[in-house]
């Protein structure tokens, strides 16, 4: 009880507006993949499956794409395992802001999703980041998993997410939100090499694939750091 009322004392209410506000986008996306998933014959059941327990749109949406053309289960389990890869070295980074237990740290790990991330990220390491991750995570989950069977009942209603510019809401999102962490060198470092090795792998490397090469970029962080030690 006592842990709950200090989670609710750091609750900033500018916080708590973006928050809704990014889980409103959220519930439209959701929305697309239930009428998505619908299209393509998807059991409502095993759609609902899917949001509850994966609970990762890019990924989501790969298994329904795999589904529709032919492909099989394990197909599709092993695209989807393969563009979650990235949520690792998330998971590394940010675990001392989800919680000091393991309990509440395997509970947070499934509310791990890159906007999350990115949201608690330009809050700090601190009490604030820590609020804001576990507010923006449960806004997002539950905002999601409506939106799904909202778009589900509606059947085709919304045949593409790309026909309303749903795809590229979300990176602007995401870079919206890291806007503050990029005043500092090391960050504008490892962004920027992220990007460039990302962008040239794109045409090469299946989608999502990049994202994870783009790693790489944080080479550019471990070498300066090093030139400075040496320096």
Known sequence: MRSFSRTLAALHRDDLRDALALAAAIA???????ALAGTAGVPFVLMVAL???????????????VVAAGGNVFA???????????????GLAIGGTIADRWPARLLGAHLLVDEVVAFSRARGSGP???TAYWTCGFLLFAFWNAGAV???????????????????????A?????????????????GLAAAVVA?????FLPAGVPVIVGLVGLLAARTATVARGES
């Not at 949001?51 to 794409?65: D, I, K, N, P, T």
């Not at 092993?78 to 563009?83: D, E, R, S, T, Y």
């Not at 806007?179 to 060198?185: E, S, T, V, Y």
């Open 28 to 34: 439209v996306v959701g929305a697309s993949f239930g």
């Open 51 to 65: 949001s509850v327990v994966v609970f990762a749109g890019a990924s989501q949406f790969l298994v329904v794409a």
């Open 76 to 90: 599709a389990v092993a695209a989807g395992l393969l563009m979650n890869a990235r949520h690792v070295p998330f």
């Open 128 to 130: 604030r980041g820590r």
């Open 150 to 172: 909202v778009g589900r009942l509606a059947g085709s209603a919304i045949p593409d997410p790309a026909a309303f510019g749903v795809d590229a809401a979300f990176p602007a």
């Open 174 to 190: 995401l870079l919206a939100l890291l806007l503050p962490a990029l005043r500092r060198a090391d960050a504008r470092r490892v």
């Open 199 to 203: 962008l040239a792998a794109a045409p």
